[in-house]
């Protein structure tokens, strides 16, 4: 069966710190990834979207970068965070767009 | 481009009453629609799609959805609410091979 794994569950970072959330996907080839960001009370943001392994597209430029090392890892990075990058951010993968968009369970992010 | 509208940014109903939540999009080309539930820090859930034919879906948990073309619009129902029923959720819209556009999000509050 198809799974998404996502984690850390929850992250405390300091100012001023390095970022790496991971999200890997099981049961499928060549999947689209997504990066989205909710931030506290607001709909989502895409970050981040991925329709091949090398192959990144950034739809909101910021001091966040992503990354696919491999056709189901998906990493989203940080050299330096801010206080505005704390959030919920989520990972999603899909195949066929009719089927719409799995999501993984979401990784909290506090800076401090 | 393509655009959500959740009129409704919160709605607050009681237990077994019977609750609509308003989706409204803007595309010049035909359309697959999706709702999505969150619940509290958790990732999202498709509750149920409109790809083609008859315009009323049904999804799981006791929901539906009408697709309005005329009034470009997908509306989600349930003739009575559960307290389980609290959670955001989200209208998306998608043309055939774009990337997803999610709606702002209605926040559900099933009071007992």
């Known amino acids: 069966s198809q799974t998404i794994h996502q984690w850390p569950a929850t992250l405390v970072q300091p100012v001023g710190s390095p970022l790496s959330l991971e999200c890997t996907v099981e049961g499928t080839s060549n999947p689209n990834l997504y990066w989205y960001r909710q931030a506290a009370g607001r709909g989502l943001q895409l970050l981040f979207y991925?329709?091949?392994?090398?192959?990144i597209s950034s739809e909101v430029p910021q001091n966040l970068s992503a990354s696919r090392p491999q056709d189901r890892q998906f990493i989203l990075s940080s050299k330096k965070l801010l206080l505005s990058d704390s959030g919920f951010y989520l990972c999603?993968?899909?195949?066929?767009?009719?089927?719409?968009?799995?999501f993984g369970s979401g990784t909290r992010l506090t800076v401090v | 481009a393509q655009s959500v509208t959740q009129l409704d940014s919160q709605v607050p109903v009681f237990e077994e009453a019977p609750v609509e939540l308003r989706c409204n999009y803007s595309s010049s080309v035909s359309v697959y629609l999706f709702w999505y539930v969150q619940y509290p820090n958790q990732g999202l859930q498709l509750l149920l799609k409109y790809l083609s034919g008859s315009t009323l879906v049904k999804g799981i948990n006791g929901f539906e959805a009408e697709f309005n073309k005329s009034q470009t619009s997908f509306h989600l129902r349930k003739p009575s609410v559960h307290i389980s029923d609290t959670a955001e959720y989200f209208c998306?819209?998608?043309?055939?091979?774009?990337?997803?556009?999610f709606g702002p999000g209605t926040r559900l509050s099933v009071l007992p």
């Open positions: 999603a993968w899909s195949v066929r767009q009719r089927n719409g968009y799995t």
């Open positions: 991925s329709v091949g392994i090398g192959q």
């Open positions: 998306a819209v998608n043309n055939y091979g774009q990337n997803f556009v």
